[in-house]
């Protein structure tokens, strides 16, 4: 035999050698524990999870925070409103007040006229703004945006809806700012209440 086939005979043995050795660490990693691949496989697929769920987490929070500022934007007016309000309250009485007084003369009715101007400019105003009067005369009442003063008869009235507003309500954005403070019809076979206890 030659060097040259002494080499080749000597290289396919190591060939062999090697196949068979990959062949039992094959068997070997199909047998028991997983591969390095699947490992590394497992764990971007964990990490690709994660970042999912981060990403989901971070459009959730980002949706609150607009909402937050939308709710700020929208009711930012609520402080200064309720301070407003009395304003309208006090033009609407010097309106009531100068009703019955046509015949007193014609400063009267001037300073009648100039106070209707002001409290139409100033609810105009309000309007603007999505501020509006709760004024319920008439209508059921309604505990979220009313406030029950008192109880009266009122036959011609339907029981538990509104007969007479004390004082006007109003809402910023549909949110009610200060409820209307009514009288409520009582029904006539309504039991007798012991206001003493």
Known sequence: ???????????????????????????????????????LQAQVKEYQEQALRAQAEMQNVRRRAELDVEKAH??????????????????EKAVESIEGQEASGELVASIREGVEMT???????????????????GEPFDPQLHEAMSMVPAPDAEPNSVVAVVQKGYTLNERLV????????????????????
């Open 1 to 39: 035999m030659s060097a040259d086939e002494n080499r080749n005979e000597q290289v396919e043995e190591e060939l062999k050698a090697a196949e068979a050795e990959a062949a039992e660490d094959a068997e070997g990693d199909s047998a028991g524990e997983p591969s390095e691949t699947e490992a």
């Open 74 to 91: 929208k009711f930012a007016l609520e402080k200064f409103v309720k301070e407003l309000l009395p304003v309208a309250d006090s033009l």
């Open 119 to 137: 409290l139409n400019l100033f609810m105009n105003s309000l309007g603007k703004f999505n501020v509006e009067q709760v004024n319920p005369v």
């Open 178 to 197: 200060r409820p209307a403070m009514v009288v409520v019809a009582k029904a006539e076979d309504a039991p007798k209440i012991d206001e003493q206890a």
